[in-house]
């Protein structure tokens, strides 16, 4: 009798790893994503890994950029829920050594690129739900980049190999972010937001406990937006592209409840119609993502499940926010013309086109350079397979 709630547990895990399992998982991922936008987040970002790391480091300073300063909860409660949910399912591994620099710039550009568009993957789909026609356009642009680099993965692109370290060491993410949302809350030290995104924002309580579920979840269905694409170019597998469909149903059905649905080019919060630029963006992110074995929230979750590569990934993409924004290079958002103030069109400045050309430029180099052998086998294990 007393295995029996063993072998309910076990008979859950097995099943998010099958076909239903994932397309319920996503359902829940983006009705956790409704909440938090009910609750106080932008509506239409609810979620977003690289609007939110940008947040996280304008709070603590990297940027000065006042309108999106403020130590967002759901960094902390995705890398944590990993964490905590690898612990439960024994597959916390702590590990590293593979290429660990090489993964910082692809973290740095990841995220030049998703600044560049407005959006992380997950924002990407979050818009696409509300109706806004610019984020299907740079849908394209992030099929096409994990296009290119499933072509260099099988053409035998490889970052090498991690190696198994000391258990405190895959440790060392969770800790600190653990340890600076406790020092924030504590002191208010932080830099935080009276105005523009950074100002909008569920409470903290809400914030963590749907992160850490979202965390959770997304480490054990192998959450990835990059990740579903490359299996379908190079296995013409669409199985991980479960969880982003259901993702995608959750919220679009909560749009057009809620009257948030709103299908057009224009009048799209915190978009620009700039499309060369929201393609471009996007397909460095895509290109990176799959160089680096994950998107940006796949990132956060290896980080929790004990990856000291993802981590420095994380820390990448945590510098490539901060001087997107010092240096201008971050794409901003069109605004109708008010009576102070003539219309704007949006998207990067030049500055910010040539960086984004130079990271597609350097991605091409880490890519020939990194081919270590003529062909990599790519296996799946079950629906679920994990990322590199």
């Known amino acids: 009798m ?34 938090l936008a009910v609750m106080g987040n932008p509506g239409n970002m609810a979620m977003c890994a690289a609007c939110f790391i940008r947040d996280m480091a304008g709070s603590l300073k ?15 409660g995705l890398v944590f829920g990993s964490f905590l949910m690898a612990l439960a399912t024994k597959e916390f591994r702590s590990t590293a050594g593979s290429s660990p620099m090489t993964r910082f710039i692809l973290g740095f550009i990841m995220m030049i690129g998703a600044l560049v568009f407005l959006g992380c993957p997950l924002r990407m789909v979050i818009r696409m739900a509300a109706g806004d026609l610019n ?8 099929i096409l980049g994990t296009g290119t680099g499933a072509f260099f993965l099988k053409k035998g692109f490889s970052l090498g190999r991690e190696y198994d370290t000391g258990k405190a060491a895959g440790t060392i993410l969770p800790i600190v972010l653990a340890v600076l949302l406790i020092v924030g809350i504590a002191t208010q030290a932080f830099a935080a937001s009276t105005t ?12 963590l406990i749907v992160a850490l579920v979202v965390g959770a979840l997304g480490q054990r269905i192998r959450l990835c937006f990059a990740s579903g694409l490359r299996s379908a170019w190079l296995l013409r597998d669409f199985t991980l592209l479960l969880p982003i469909a259901g993702i995608f149903v959750a919220l679009l059905v909560f749009n057009i409840a809620t009257g948030g649905f709103k299908l057009g080019f224009d009048g799209q919060p ?18 990176a993502a799959v160089l680096a074995g994950g998107c ?10 004990g990856s000291s590569d993802a981590a420095v990934t994380f820390v990448g993409m945590l510098v490539g926010a901060a001087f997107a924004h010092n240096f201008g290079l971050a794409g901003a ?21 040539i960086v984004l050309l130079c990271c597609i430029a350097v991605l091409f180099v880490l890519g020939a350079v990194n081919i270590r052998k003529k062909k990599i086998a790519i296996k799946t294990v079950g629906p679920a397979a994990a990322t590199a």
């Open 333 to 353: 958002a069109a605004a109708a013309a008010t009576e102070t103030a003539p219309a704007t069109v949006g998207g990067p400045s030049v500055t910010g086109q």
């Open 2 to 35: 007393q295995c029996y709630p063993k072998n309910r547990k076990r008979g859950m895990m097995e099943f998010l790893n099958k076909k239903p399992g994932l397309l319920i998982a996503g359902l829940i991922v983006g009705a956790l994503m409704a909440v």
């Open 296 to 305: 940006p929230v796949r990132q956060m979750v290896l980080a929790g499940q």
């Open 62 to 76: 990297l940027h000065s950029v006042a309108p999106v300063q403020y130590f967002r909860p759901e960094i902390v």
């Open 196 to 207: 523009g995104p950074g100002s909008k924002h569920a409470p903290i309580v809400v914030a």
């Open 270 to 287: 915190i978009a620009h119609s700039q499309h060369l630029w929201n393609i471009l963006g996007l397909y460095a992110v895509g290109f």
């Open 135 to 142: 984020a299907w356009v740079g849908l394209i642009g992030f």
